[in-house]
């Protein structure tokens, strides 16, 4: 049982370049996030989706988009990289949205934006 | 505004002995918690929760403890282990209403347990 499995594990930008991270899950969970980590700081939720068909934006999603297409995968879109995008994305999965199904994240994309 | 923080960048345990990694927060409408740990070059993983109707929740060498009052949760690791070397991750969130499960995480605290 893999999870969540996300791609690419590393990835160099150049300013105004454009890229997708994607993301995919094996568990049939409906609900699922892309959160973003920046040094000594905590996660950040980037944009969220209770559903195929159904996204929502979180706290920062000014930069990003999403499709949610299908129940197992949610790939997040860069459309015009800029320096502040440098961080590390992390992709998870719930069952439920409520407090005792708790969040199953991916490893994570490194991106860097020069 | 960080609602949740995490204000011990750092921790440093002897094997054995006990850890406590501490969190606050500010906002009283959050009614669960979570602790994740975090490896390099992992994602994070859950840990413990705990309900804002307990004050205590117990899995193992593992235990949170809730004072809604204080607003603040901690984490006890007894015994402290090498390979719980990692990073902790306090998170909030709400149980209903549009909250679709999204948390606050906190800034999160470096754990060395040394051998």
């Known amino acids: 049982n893999a999870g969540v499995t996300q791609t690419p594990k590393f990835r160099i930008l150049k300013i105004g370049q454009s890229m997708t991270l994607q993301c995919t899950q094996d568990?049939?969970?409906?609900?699922m996030y892309w959160y973003r980590q920046d040094p000594g700081m905590g996660l950040k939720l980037i944009y969220y989706?209770?559903?195929?068909?159904?996204?929502d934006k979180g706290e920062v999603p000014n930069g990003y988009n999403v499709s949610r297409s299908t129940t197992e995968d949610f790939p997040l879109r860069l459309e015009l990289a800029a320096p502040s995008q440098t961080s590390v994305y992390f992709c998870?999965?719930?069952?439920?949205?409520?407090?005792?199904?708790?969040?199953?994240f991916g490893n994570g994309t490194r991106l860097t934006v020069t | 505004d960080q609602q949740v923080k995490q204000n011990s960048p750092s921790l440093s345990v002897q094997e054995g002995r006990i850890s406590i990694l501490n969190c606050d927060y500010t906002?009283?409408?959050?009614?669960?918690f979570l602790w994740y740990k975090k490896y390099p070059a992992e994602g994070p993983t859950f840990l413990i929760s705990?309900?804002?109707?307990?004050d205590k929740n117990e899995d193992g060498r593992f235990t949170v403890f809730l004072n809604k009052s204080a607003k603040h949760l901690s984490l006890h690791i007894v015994p402290s282990q090498p390979g719980d070397s990692a990073v902790y991750f306090c998170?909030?969130?709400?149980?209903?209403?549009?909250?679709?499960?999204?948390?606050?995480f906190g800034q999160g605290t470096i754990l060395t347990v040394h051998p």
């Open positions: 906002n009283s409408m959050f009614d669960y």
């Open positions: 998170a909030a969130g709400y149980a209903g209403g549009t909250s679709y499960g999204k948390l606050t």
């Open positions: 705990i309900s804002s109707i307990k």
């Open positions: 568990m049939n969970h409906n609900y």
């Open positions: 989706s209770v559903g195929a068909g159904i996204t």
């Open positions: 998870a999965s719930s069952y439920s949205d409520r407090g005792n199904s708790p969040l199953h």
